[in-house]
């Protein structure tokens, strides 16, 4: 509210003697003066008195201190202004400035900052600009140091790349000068708010009831499953819910780079990597932890992505009695998945042949499932591929599911449909063996969906919980 307050003042507000400006201009007087304000009232704050302040007292003391720093500037504020001000001070003093109100706001997935002056906020999978400015680069800048010194780091031109989680869990990165070229930019993924369920997947279209029953039992049956997808297209979210159909009971260690996976369930161990810090503390990569965890007696091992040398350990892994275990790769299909892992098998040094490094993948994989992001910011599973062996040393794999995409609709958003392709898993068999039926019918040659653009605006529906899984297989 006070944003729109201070925003709309396509004319000055009441009380503002100055002519009128255009917005950004407003906008960027408004954060000048709250810097030089926030700069004097850091000089001014007791620190060591603020802990033990309430909310409310905390409140009183800035709004106290700005309006005396106003009168000494001569500056009169309309109150609605005011209080935005004293809003903005204190997320100033102790959170992300001009940023706080999209943490704040439940839609926000991505707040992306190039610069002092362009920021883009990602609401419901569609990336806008906004009208939030910085004042300059100094104050940027001094908001990353502050994310980075949270988290015991430091970013200065020595070290200008850092990464952190805030408290609500969200996922920093930040990368200044002079690696930056045009000013700090700021990347943030926000985790804080309610991650996305199966039943979400369900009504925004993502994938249908058919590919879900399909791994559910894939997953349930301890089959290896690799996910694959461009960045931003869903991949994390997808291991997260994908994980669900571990049965309870089984011992899980995650591996991440940043610990994004929130696996609702007991008995699961969470590792994180550590890079090289400035104070000398050695790196610990996910390599590492991979051949840590295999230390732990784990069920099965869920590694966040696969990006490197690790790809090795985490296949050997999938081969010998860790059956079960998950990953992401980043990669633009099924099959350039596995060209991928190849390449970071051979990152571990060991000079296989190629002939080896193809037949360790074929044994450890079975199903590549990739997700893509498509126009108007809709993700879907647009293929379902099994590898079923591999032939005078090329993969052989048959797709299972896949999505046609048809056309793109009058919001802009891509439409099609998903269909099954008739070949029925080889696996079905192995799962049968142990109790578990995929029903012939299910992998029928057909068209599976109306061809149809379900977009972000179904997602009110699932919000209220009025769709449930059972409804739909
Ligand atoms: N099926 C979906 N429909 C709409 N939005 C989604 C869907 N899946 C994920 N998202 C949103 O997209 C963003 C990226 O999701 P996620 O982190 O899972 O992707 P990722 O592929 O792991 O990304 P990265 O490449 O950065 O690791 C998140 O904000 C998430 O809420
Ligand atoms: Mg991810």
Request: no cysteine; hydrophobic share 35%.
């Given at each position: 509210m006070f944003l729109q307050s201070f925003r709309s003042a396509e004319r000055p507000p009441s009380?503002?003697?100055e002519p009128a400006l255009p917005t950004e201009t407003v906008e960027a007087d408004f954060q000048r003066l709250k810097t030089g304000i926030h700069r004097e009232l850091l000089d001014s704050l007791d620190l060591s008195r603020i802990?033990?302040?309430?909310d409310e007292e905390l409140r009183e003391d800035i709004r106290h201190l700005a309006e005396g720093m106003l009168r000494s500037r001569n500056r009169k504020l309309p109150a609605i202004d005011e209080d935005r001000l004293v809003d903005e001070l204190i997320a100033e003093s102790f959170g992300l400035g001009p940023l706080e109100p999209y943490m704040q706001d439940?839609?926000?997935?991505d707040i992306l900052v190039n610069g002092p002056h362009e920021v883009y906020v990602e609401r419901l999978g569609r990336l806008q600009e906004t009208n939030t400015v910085f004042a300059d680069e100094e104050h940027l800048l001094q908001i990353i140091q502050r994310v980075a010194a949270r988290v015991g780091r430091r970013i200065d031109e020595h070290s200008p790349m850092v990464d952190a989680r805030l408290a609500d869990g969200s996922r920093v990165n930040a990368i200044i000068a002079p690696l930056a070229l045009e000013g700090p930019v700021l990347s943030i993924r926000r985790f804080g708010h309610r991650p996305l369920q199966v039943s979400d997947l369900l009504v925004r279209g993502s994938i249908c009831p058919e590919m879900l029953k399909l791994i559910e039992a894939a997953v349930e049956g301890r089959i290896n499953v690799l996910i694959s997808g461009g960045t931003g297209a869903g991949k994390t979210t997808f291991l997260n819910n994908v994980s669900r159909f571990i049965p309870a009971g089984e011992r899980l260690v995650t591996i991440e780079?940043?610990?994004?996976?929130?696996?609702?369930?007991?008995h699961v161990v969470k590792l994180e990597t550590r890079p090289k810090s400035a104070e000398g503390t050695a790196e610990v990569a996910q390599r590492d932890l991979v051949r840590n965890a295999l230390r732990m007696r784990p069920d099965r091992i869920i590694l966040g992505e696969v990006r490197g040398s690790e790809a090795l350990d985490m296949l050997q892994a999938m081969n010998t009695g860790h059956e079960g275990s998950l990953t992401t790769i980043h990669a633009n299909d099924t099959r350039d998945a596995l060209s991928r892992l190849e390449v970071m098998v051979s990152m571990a040094g060991f000079d296989l042949p190629v002939a080896v490094t193809r037949r360790y993948i074929a044994s450890a994989i079975t199903l590549v499932i990739h997700l893509a992001r498509l126009k108007g910011g809709v993700r879907r599973v647009t293929r379902i591929s099994e590898i079923t062996a591999l032939d005078s040393g090329e993969y052989v794999i048959q797709d299972l599911f896949g999505f046609q995409q048809t056309g793109i609709d009058d919001r802009g958003i891509a439409r099609g449909h998903f269909y099954a392709t008739g070949n029925r898993p080889q696996f079905a068999r192995r799962l049968a063996d142990i109790g578990i039926d995929l029903p012939t019918?299910?992998?029928?040659?057909?068209?599976?969906?109306?061809?149809?653009?379900?977009?972000?605006?179904?997602?009110t529906a699932a919000a209220e919980g009025t769709i449930a899984l059972e409804d739909h297989i």
């Open positions: 009380g503002h003697a802990t033990g302040l309430s439940p839609d926000v997935t780079d940043s610990a994004e996976l929130k696996l609702q369930r007991k019918e299910l992998f029928a040659a057909r068209q599976l969906t109306p061809d149809s653009a379900v977009g972000p605006l179904s997602y």
